[in-house]
């Protein structure tokens, strides 16, 4: 027989309607009345075979069946998910979050490190990273890139300088900058390192921005919108506000000619407007966006209608920055797995086994939201027989896809998902662990495929009409 497959998805787009296989992830689009004869074949006793749909829904019949929308077979479904369970990644770390202090000079009421708060803060080591814990933390990054098997020139692995706030210890940061810089020209897995740096940007100055540059050293600013209001959970150790002094050093970033992207929490605040965020753009010539969703801890609860409005807000924010010619990169790693139907195992290099976090005394971690308390730190780096690849705790965050989860089963956007935060997902409810869901993530990943459904199906009509008779 002839049967829609369970992981296919229909949405009704007024004239039309969109079937969608949610592990395919190819669109077909039917007219309302191909549909309606869609649904009476499938109804009907006729449809044992697929030669036997009728003869005006044939081709697109065919075209349902190639993409999987519909079965002809009872373990069609089966298979299908067992291909893709059996291409997740083995771990293969690529990543590294070098944690230059713990310390940080704000106390942003969200911040999922917890340093808003007094007992999570007091967890956190004084000590900063050391030069010779760098040089040893560079030394153990390459050796798991060549224990991962990327060790060929072609590979470009990703160095983040991170925190607490990252310039609070610039000149041991300065120091690894410059010395990976060096080994690129000895270590060929490397070669193509980019770095980078997530800063709240007020401990930069003119000399400190040129050095930075001159190291090949992208500066990422966090910064919640473009207004006091949106920015007023960001706030310095004595609750003052920053926003004022963020501003300033944009405008300093700006005069001295290095381009900077903004690392944009979205606040309860921020999400009220969209236009607040295209006046940043305008204003500093901004040329690429990273949108933070905010997450829940065990001191800081978010109600339901924050993930909505979050969701859309990044819609919305996405149809202007694309006019601007901007990346938001939040956005286009769905987009990029939708477009080629790939699926998206992952959205975090963590849940793929990807990435370290080396701590400033040398402790080895896989996510950097465990600072406060250094759970899933299972190393260090003076362990020279470690291999991330093969321990369990790399194996098992890697193993954390959507696919994996029997709750995502039914879910459309199950191939572009990525799965959302295992540390959010452990504390929103009591009892949840790292294969919880993050249900802040489900509702962004079903709008955001809802939205490449429909603009996909817009740019296809448009197209369609442009064309001459």
């Known amino acids: 027989m002839v049967n829609m497959s369970r992981f296919t998805h229909s949405y009704d787009l007024g004239e039309a309607v969109a079937l969608y296989h949610s592990l395919r992830m190819k669109p077909v689009y039917l007219s309302k009345d191909a549909f309606r004869s869609l649904q009476a074949w499938l109804a009907s006793s006729f449809c044992d075979k697929i030669e036997n749909a009728p003869g005006e829904i044939l081709v697109e019949v065919q075209e349902l069946v190639k993409f999987k929308i519909l079965t002809q077979t009872e373990d069609e479904d089966e298979k299908v998910l067992a291909f893709v369970r059996s291409k997740i990644p083995a771990p293969a770390v690529n990543v590294c979050y070098m944690i230059m202090s713990e310390q940080c000079n704000l106390a942003c009421k969200y911040c999922f490190l917890g340093n808003n708060d007094c007992e999570k803060r007091s967890n956190f080591l004084l000590e900063n990273m050391s030069t010779e814990t760098a040089d040893k933390a560079i030394d153990f990054f390459i050796r798991q890139i060549k224990a991962s098997g990327m060790d060929h020139a072609d590979n ?9 706030e990252p310039m609070v210890n610039f000149r041991v940061l300065e120091h690894t900058a410059a010395r990976v810089n060096e080994l690129r020209k000895e270590e060929p897995c490397i070669r193509n390192i980019e770095m980078s740096m997530v800063t709240n940007g007020l401990l930069l100055d003119e000399s400190k921005v040129r050095r930075l540059h001159e190291l090949g050293v992208a500066i990422a600013i966090s910064i919640d919108g473009f207004t006091e209001e949106a920015n007023s959970m960001r706030v310095d150790i004595a609750g003052k506000p920053v926003f004022s002094r963020i501003l300033d050093k944009l405008n300093m970033c700006k005069a001295v000619g290095v381009d900077v992207s903004l690392s944009v929490t979205l606040s309860e605040e921020t999400i009220k407007n969209t236009k607040d965020i295209l006046n940043l753009v305008d204003t500093y010539g901004v040329k690429a966006f990273g949108f933070n969703i905010m997450m829940s801890s065990d001191t800081f609860v978010l109600p339901q209608s924050y993930n909505e409005a979050a969701a859309q807000f990044i819609i919305d924010e996405f149809i202007e920055l694309r006019e601007r010619g901007i990346y938001e990169d939040r956005m286009m790693r769905k987009l990029k797995s939708f477009s080629k139907a790939q699926v998206y195992f992952s959205d975090c290099a963590a849940t793929t086994g990807g990435q370290i976090v080396i701590a400033p005394n040398g402790q080895v971690g896989i996510c950097h939201g465990c600072l406060h308390n250094k759970q899933y730190f299972v190393a260090h ?46 504390h929103l409810k009591p009892g949840n662990t790292i294969h919880s869901i993050d249900e802040r993530f489900c509702v962004h990943s079903k709008k955001t495929l809802e939205f490449f459904i429909r603009d996909l199906y817009r740019i296809i009509t448009q197209e369609e009409s442009a064309q001459p008779n």
């Open 156 to 164: 470009k692995p990703v160095l983040i300088f991170y925190g607490g």
């Open 381 to 426: 780096i003076d362990d020279d027989d470690f291999v991330a690849a093969e321990d369990k705790n790399f194996i098992e965050w890697a193993q954390l896809s959507p696919v994996n989860h029997e709750e995502c089963m039914d879910c459309p956007a199950l191939g572009i998902c990525g799965g959302g935060c295992p540390v959010n997902a452990m």
